[in-house]
């Protein structure tokens, strides 16, 4: 029998285990899901989203043990795990307020017939997850599809399985049985979850997985929401303010070592306020502590030695490359990467391309405002883009510029409550959160009488 043991990536220390699901019992895991489906359906979507509600206030009990937990598992500073734990629950209320909102059938009436759309579940989703945000990636994915009457087969990365089996304990406190079923393993089992027969796939991840996954699904036209990697570019216009640009770059490419699909990997400034620029930004990472998320660090460990050598190499081949060092590149140990801030990078490296995921800042001079937006956008990527400006219709015209599906000026890309959570182009297949994301979890359903 299979064990997959985790380890903390701070110490090596072991966390726990958990028994990994065997291939052969993916079957009748994926028909336990199916059998449990009509009645959890025909309990109706009020009925199931008050039942998912009740699991608020145990999230609420548990949230100092899920932090400790995301902490110890994947690395990340305990401030940043303690806020994924606080969230699972507060604002779970309204969450599932909207979905139920979202899911509500429409009726439109035309020229002596009334249509009814409704949006009705798929059956059984097969839900895959990464290890970055261990807890909240799984709330994304699972409140809807279950809300809107799916059962779910819950794949959690084999990073971080002891999160992923928290997650659901609390969720199977609240539901009947085999409503949610969790499968634990590596890339086997997601495989196996794929090819299963599920009615849809619900996959967070990286870009190449999430490939693997669309052509899988392609050979019996199963649905999929694909959330993939990034390669996030900023841009610095020369009226920013240089200091609060400095700032939200060390915080959003250091923020959990980097490894958030959102992360500022490249930063595109121009000219006239590059120095300033670079060395506030050089400044602030070089004062940013290294070492174990669980006594405060602000920057944890990479969570495995596969991401520490990827960051590192990248880091190294730039710099051979003519890139400057203007902190970091350094005191690397174990799985710590120092903060680092690259200066002098160019479009073709291969740390301006392929997705870093580490605490690594690239900064490049531009002449003008076109060149950056040109070399911002010269990426397969486009999750995200920030745009830091004074003059606000400047600023916002040049976000409008920007490929990306979602831009933040002078912050973050985060939207208000009720937007999407949204890639474009090779970041993204299908999205969640809103109205639209909430729905992609169902299947429309028309139905037309005369009047
Ligand atoms: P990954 O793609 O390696 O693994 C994700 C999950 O897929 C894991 O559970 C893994 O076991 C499983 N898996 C691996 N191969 C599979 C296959 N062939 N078929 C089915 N399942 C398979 O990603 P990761 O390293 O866990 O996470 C980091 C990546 O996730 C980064 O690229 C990051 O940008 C991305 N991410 C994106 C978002 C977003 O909202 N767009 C959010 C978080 C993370």
């Known amino acids: 029998m299979g064990i997959l043991k985790s380890f903390n990536p701070a110490n090596q220390e072991i ?162 049985e085999d409503v949610l079923i969790v499968a634990h393993g590596a890339d086997d089992q997601g495989k196996a979850v794929v090819a299963s027969g599920v009615d849809m796939i619900a996959f967070t991840g990286s870009r190449a997985v999430g490939k693997h996954i669309l052509r899988e699904a392609s050979g019996t036209l199963t649905r999929v929401v694909l959330e993939l990697g990034g390669k996030d570019p900023m841009i610095v216009l020369e009226d920013a303010n240089l200091d609060k640009a400095a700032q939200f770059a060390a915080s959003n490419s250091f923020r959990n070592a980097g490894q958030v699909c959102v992360s500022t990997e490249r930063i595109f400034v121009l000219d006239s306020v590059a120095e300033e620029f670079e060395q506030t930004l050089a400044e602030l990472a070089s004062v940013m502590t290294v070492g174990s998320g669980i006594e405060g660090a602000d920057v944890g460990p990479m969570v495995n030695a596969t991401q520490r050598d990827h960051v590192l190499g990248q880091v190294e081949a730039a710099v051979a490359e003519g890139a400057t060092v203007l902190a970091g590149g350094k005191g690397h140990h174990d799985n710590f990467v120092t903060p680092t801030v690259l200066a002098d990078v160019t479009g073709d490296m291969e740390i301006a391309r392929a997705e870093t995921f580490g605490p690594v800042a690239c900064v490049t001079r531009v002449a003008s405002v076109d060149e950056a937006v040109e070399m911002a956008n010269d990426t397969a990527f486009g999750l995200g883009a920030v745009v830091f400006g004074g003059d606000e219709e400047a600023t916002a015209s040049v976000a409008r510029r920007l490929t990306a599906g979602m831009i933040g000026i002078n912050r973050g890309v985060g939207g208000a409550s009720g937007t999407p959570w949204v890639g474009a182009r090779e970041s993204g297949f299908g999205f969640h959160k809103s109205k639209d994301g909430h729905r992609q979890f169902t299947q429309t359903r028309v139905v037309t009488l005369a009047q």
């Open 15 to 176: 966390v726990g285990e958990v028994r990994v699901t065997p291939l052969v019992e993916i079957p009748d895991i994926i028909s336990r899901a199916r059998a449990a489906q009509s009645h959890w359906n025909a309990l109706g979507l009020e009925e199931r989203a008050a039942m998912l509600k009740k699991s608020e206030v145990i999230f609420d009990e548990r949230m100092q043990e899920h932090g400790e937990l995301i902490t110890n598992e994947m690395g990340k500073p305990i401030k940043e795990a303690l806020f994924e734990a606080k969230f699972l629950g507060v604002g779970l209320d309204r969450e599932l307020d909207e979905i139920v909102e979202a899911l509500q059938p429409d009726v439109i009436e035309d020229r002596g017939v009334r249509s009814t759309v409704y949006h009705d579940p798929l059956g059984v989703v097969g839900a895959i997850t990464p290890w970055n945000f261990p807890m909240s990636m799984p709330s994304w994915m699972l409140m809807p599809a279950l809300a809107a009457g799916n059962t779910v087969v819950f794949k959690p990365s084999e990073e971080t399985p002891l999160c992923g089996q928290a997650y659901a304990d609390v969720l199977n406190e609240v539901l009947p």
